[in-house]
T-cell receptor, first 114, second 117 residues
Framework: AQTVTQSQPEMSVQEAETVTLSCTYDTSENNYYLFWYKQPPSRQMILVIRQEAYKQQNATENRFSVNFQKAAKSFSLKISDSQLGDTAMYFCAPGRGSQGNLIFGKGTKLSVKP | GAVVSQHPSWVICKSGTSVKIECRSLDFQATTMFWYRQFPKQSLMLMATSNEGSKATYEQGVEKDKFLINHASLTLSTLTVTSAHPEDSSFYIC?????????????FGPGTRLTVT
């Protein structure tokens, strides 16, 4: 079974600082996608960034970037210049199978402090 | 674009009754929709995958006779919780994939809070 491990249940960071959230996963597939979603207090799931496993280049989306290590099955999220609005639960989610079913990690609760 | 709605956003029902939750893709067509369940302070658990016009595929441990899923059109999927019990109280979230393709990205609805008394 595919597993996803987010080893940091909670993290906090000062506004404008940088923080890295870790994620490791297990999969038997070769071609797949990986996603980071955030869930603010409203509970609406919001896509933060995605990575295609066949691409070696790490994905970047404004202040968000990933460090994807395929061999190590590691997919960490770096948030630069943290903002108060980044406060949320962050979930790592590899896609599985031809329909891309998402398997979510347990999440990391990030608090950005002023 | 890529908006998914859910209705109702919050529902309270009595034990033994059934409740239906709707999931709609508002500005795109969705061949595949997913239903998740989320307990307080926990992660999302995939319950089932539904494809338009065919039977849903349920994850292991999810009772298909209790959680009825219908995906009758490319913009609507429904989840019916039958004979609800207090332990069915949870936050239910749907998501949808755009028929136009894309990297398997799913667009999420805002969720439905179900409370069974």
């Amino acid at each position: 079974a595919q597993t996803v491990t987010q080893s940091q249940p909670e993290m906090s960071v000062q506004e404008a600082e940088t923080v890295t959230l870790s994620c490791t996963y297990d999969t038997s597939e070769n071609n797949y996608y990986l996603f980071w979603y955030k869930q603010p207090p409203s509970r609406q799931m919001i896509l933060v960034i995605r990575q295609e496993a066949y691409k070696q280049q790490n994905a970047t989306e404004n202040r968000f970037s990933v460090n994807f290590q395929k061999a190590a099955k590691s997919f960490s999220l770096k948030i630069s210049d943290s903002q108060l609005g980044d406060t949320a639960m962050y979930f790592c989610a590899p896609g599985r199978g031809s329909q891309g079913n998402l398997i979510f990690g347990k999440g990391t609760k990030l608090s950005v402090k002023p | 674009g890529a908006v998914v709605s859910q209705h109702p956003s919050w529902v309270i029902c009595k034990s033994g009754t059934s409740v239906k939750i709707e999931c709609r893709s508002l500005d795109f067509q969705a061949t595949t929709m997913f239903w998740y369940r989320q307990f307080p302070k926990q992660s999302l658990m995939l319950m089932a995958t539904s494809n338009e016009g065919s039977k849903a595929t349920y994850e292991q441990g999810v009772e298909k006779d209790k959680f009825l899923i219908n995906h009758a059109s490319l913009t609507l999927s429904t989840l019916t919780v039958t004979s609800a019990h207090p332990e069915d109280s949870s936050f239910y979230i749907c998501s949808a994939r755009d028929i136009a393709g894309g990297p398997l990205e799913q667009y999420f609805g805002p969720g439905t809070r179900l409370t069974v008394t």
